[in-house]
């Protein structure tokens, strides 16, 4: 079943603006992951973040997460127009390790 | 990390066929996992892959229609069984190991007519 819910569903913005979006979950997690997946391809694993972690950079990511609200945000800082894809994050309880899903975000970059 | 090739990368089947996908893996993996991605949707679980073992299936899957096996580390095949046009999407397995980031193939594009 899917747990997360992603805030916005879409968003466009100009290359070199920022884009931020934004995961929350249902139950307690192990990790949240976030992946990268262009037109219907396969999905390109970006960031872990553990549950006792609350920030983490990766080249132009940036990673949040606060277990108090179960949430986590997305920042792509610096857009390019290679950045147009679609953004899931996905969480896996402790011992467990299957993902469960968030319903994504369409990201599209303008030239 | 691990590379994945998934075979066929896409295919159009008739109804009532069926197709088993391939996912092999370049290094032993402790884990693999089959989902789906039905059109414009999110992925969902099918089933974790065990090895020497029969798979353990999710909510609303199960063994009749998607048929897996995983003979060793390195590889897994997921049949999808009878085939009706309610299959039609993309089905990718991934792999890990531990407590480690989950990698994904490139996915199988499946179309039923």
């Known amino acids: 079943s899917q747990q997360g819910e992603e805030d916005p569903q879409a968003l466009s913005i100009q290359e070199g603006e920022n884009a931020t979006m934004n995961c929350s979950y249902k139950?307690?997690?192990?990790?949240l992951q976030w992946y990268r997946q262009n037109s219907g391809r396969g999905l390109v694993h970006l960031i872990l973040?553990?549950?006792?972690?609350r920030e983490k950079h990766s080249g132009r990511l940036r990673v949040t997460l606060d277990t108090s609200k179960k949430s986590s945000s997305l920042l792509i800082t610096a857009s390019r127009a290679a950045d147009t894809a679609s953004y899931f994050c996905?969480?896996?309880?402790?011992?467990?390790?299957?993902?469960?899903f968030g319903a994504g975000t369409t990201v599209t970059v303008r030239a | 990390s691990a590379v994945i090739s998934q075979k066929p990368s896409r295919d159009i089947c008739q109804r009532g066929t069926s197709l088993t996908i391939q996912c092999q893996v370049d290094?032993?993996?402790?884990?693999m996992f089959w989902y789906r991605q039905q059109p414009g949707q999110s992925l969902t679980l099918i089933a974790t892959?065990?090895?020497?073992?029969?798979?353990?299936?999710e909510s609303g899957f199960v063994i009749d229609k998607f048929p897996i096996s995983r003979p060793n580390l390195t590889f897994s095949t997921l049949t999808v069984s009878n085939m009706s046009p309610e299959d039609s999407s993309i089905y990718l397995c991934?792999?890990?190991?531990?407590?480690?980031?989950?990698?994904f193939g490139d996915g199988t594009r499946l179309s039923i007519l």
């Open positions: 991934s792999v890990g190991t531990g407590d480690q980031p989950q990698h």
């Open positions: 139950t307690s997690i192990n990790n």
């Open positions: 973040i553990r549950s006792n972690e």
């Open positions: 996905a969480t896996d309880a402790a011992n467990d390790y299957k993902l469960s």
């Open positions: 290094s032993q993996v402790t884990m």
């Open positions: 892959a065990n090895q020497g073992s029969e798979a353990t299936y």
